[in-house]
C-alpha cells in the first residue's frame, strides 16, 4: 500500500488549500480488506477471543484467504469456521502458496484445478511455474524450489547463464497415509541438477504413500 500511496504525486504552484479534492488523484480498492493486508502488532492474550492485529489473526487471514482462491478451483477443502472456532480448535489446515504463483489470483487459480486437501493437512508450494490436475491430499506436502525466481551461475568463461525457472506439474495424484496417521513429503527443485528428490521416511517406501498417474518436476 505504501508503494501505491508513494506514486500518487499531484503538483501545484503554488500552496493549495481549498477546491482541489476533484483534482486529486484516487485510488479505490473494492476488495475484502484481509486480501490487502493483515497486520500483526500485539500478542493475543490466553484469555482473549480478540484476533484483531495478533499472529493469530493474521494466520486466520492467510487461510481464508487460501480457501477462498483454491475453492473457486473445484477443489475439495474444508470450510474456515467463526473466529471463535478458530480460538478454540486451531487452522483446519495450512496452506502456503509463494507469491509468485500468481501474483494475481487470476493467475494462480490457472494453476490449480480439481482434487482435495483434508482437515489437518498441509500445503506448501515454494515456486513460480507450479500445476495442480486432481491431486487429493491427506498429510503433509511441501513443494520447494532452492531458487524461487530462477537462477543463474557464471560460465567458465565468466558469463552468466540464462536464468532456469523450474516447475512441477501433478495430475491424478493421491497422497494419503497408509500406515501412520501422519505423513510428510517434501520435494526440493535443484534447477542446475535438473532433477526433484521426494524425502519421506526411509522405512518405508514412496509407493506406500503415492498412487498417481503423472508426477514430474
Not at 37 to 59: E, I, M, N, Y
Not at 71 to 84: A, G, K, V
Request: aromatic letters at 10%; charged letters at 25%; hydrophobic letters at 35%.
Amino acid at each position: 500500500m505504501q508503494n501505491i500511496a508513494d506514486n500518487f504525486l499531484n503538483t501545484y504552484s503554488s500552496r493549495c488549500c481549498k477546491d482541489v479534492e476533484d483534482k486529486l488523484d484516487t485510488f479505490i480498492d473494492y476488495i475484502e480488506w484481509r486480501r490487502v493486508t493483515s497486520s500483526a502488532k500485539k500478542k493475543r492474550k490466553p484469555a482473549d477471543t480478540s484476533l484483531h492485529q495478533t499472529p493469530d489473526g493474521s494466520l486466520l487471514d492467510i487461510m481464508r484467504n487460501a480457501y477462498d482462491l483454491l475453492l473457486q478451483c473445484d477443489i475439495d477443502i474444508p470450510e474456515i469456521e467463526s473466529n471463535d472456532t478458530y480460538v478454540d480448535s486451531g487452522s483446519l489446515f495450512l496452506i502456503f502458496l509463494h507469491p509468485t504463483l500468481g501474483p494475481l489470483w487470476e493467475v494462480t487459480r490457472q494453476k490449480f484445478s480439481s482434487g482435495s486437501i483434508s482437515k489437518g493437512s498441509e500445503l506448501q508450494v515454494k515456486l513460480a511455474e507450479f500445476l495442480w490436475r486432481n491431486v487429493q491430499i491427506e498429510g503433509s506436502m511441501i513443494i520447494a524450489a532452492e531458487n524461487i525466481m530462477g537462477s543463474t551461475r557464471v560460465n567458465d568463461k565468466g558469463a552468466e547463464d540464462v536464468s532456469y525457472i523450474m516447475s512441477c506439474y501433478m495430475e491424478t495424484l493421491s497422497l494419503r497415509p497408509t500406515i501412520l496417521p501422519y505423513k510428510l513429503f517434501l520435494i526440493t527443485i535443484n534447477p542446475f541438477l535438473g532433477k526433484s528428490s521426494i524425502c519421506s521416511p526411509r522405512w518405508l517406501q514412496i509407493e506406500d504413500y503415492f498412487q498417481r498417474s503423472r508426477f514430474s518436476c
